[in-house]
């Protein structure tokens, strides 16, 4: 079935250093792949998103690439503040109902 | 606007007990999605509902676990008799149409232990 594979599962930095978190996926139609953030005893929030049809995207601090090709896809967080920590899901979907969810990267920015 | 408000925040069940989890949208959205959260895993899929329809429950196991999104009230996602491995924070999410095109709206999600 369709899968998506997040890596690392846990990522430490320092305050003001970048952080990069890698997906990828399996469902070749996949042509949507949202990120969200999930804070402690929250629920998740969108921070961003990239269609199929765009290779790379910023917004501020944030950016993601996207490889169609290799059906990979990052994030990546510059100059890290330390709310940033909290666990950072991807995903991929394909325009249908179901978005698939990768497992979470658990962010820790140390100040 | 309140957003995506699920209770209970924590259910604490017996094994054999029945749990019912409930999740109100944002106002304006008639679309929810439930999703199980296992510790150090990622959201799955449970089930997709519009108002008085299931739309896609193919993620939920087909016994002991139903979800319903009537036309008045909130959404509930209902487990019978819950056994341990149903422990599991279970968020709902919302949104103004299907498609995954669409930001889901995520809730505060309930955890639910079985004793």
């Known amino acids: 079935g369709e899968n998506v594979e997040q890596h690392p599962s846990t990522l430490s930095v320092q305050e003001g250093d970048s952080a990069v978190i890698k997906c990828t996926y399996s469902d070749s139609a996949s042509n949507y792949f949202p990120w969200y953030k999930q804070e402690l005893g929250k629920g998740s929030q969108l921070i961003i998103d990239i269609r199929s049809n765009v290779g790379e995207k910023k917004d501020q601090r944030i950016a993601v690439t996207l490889n169609k090709t290799a059906k990979h896809f990052s994030l990546h967080i510059t100059e890290t503040q330390p709310e940033d920590s909290a666990v950072y899901f991807c995903a991929a979907g394909t325009g249908g109902f179901k978005t698939i969810f990768g497992a979470g990267t658990r962010l820790f920015v140390k100040a | ?115």
């Not at chain 2, 999410?93 to 309930?110: K, M």
Request: hydrophobic letters at 30%.
């Open chain 2, 1 to 115: 606007n309140a957003g995506v408000m699920q209770n209970p925040r924590h259910l604490v069940r017996r094994r054999g007990q029945e749990a019912r989890l409930r999740c109100s949208p944002m106002k304006g959205h008639s679309h929810v999605y439930w999703y199980r959260q296992l510790p150090e895993e990622g959201l799955k899929f449970m089930v997709y509902l519009q108002k008085e329809n299931i739309i896609d429950e193919s993620g939920m196991p087909k016994e002991r676990f139903s979800a319903e999104f009537p036309k008045e009230g909130p959404s509930i996602l209902r487990i019978q008799q819950v056994v341990r491995g149903d422990s599991a924070a279970y968020f709902c999410a919302s949104a103004t149409t299907g498609g995954t095109y669409n930001e889901q709206f995520f809730g505060p999600g309930t955890r639910l232990t079985v004793l």
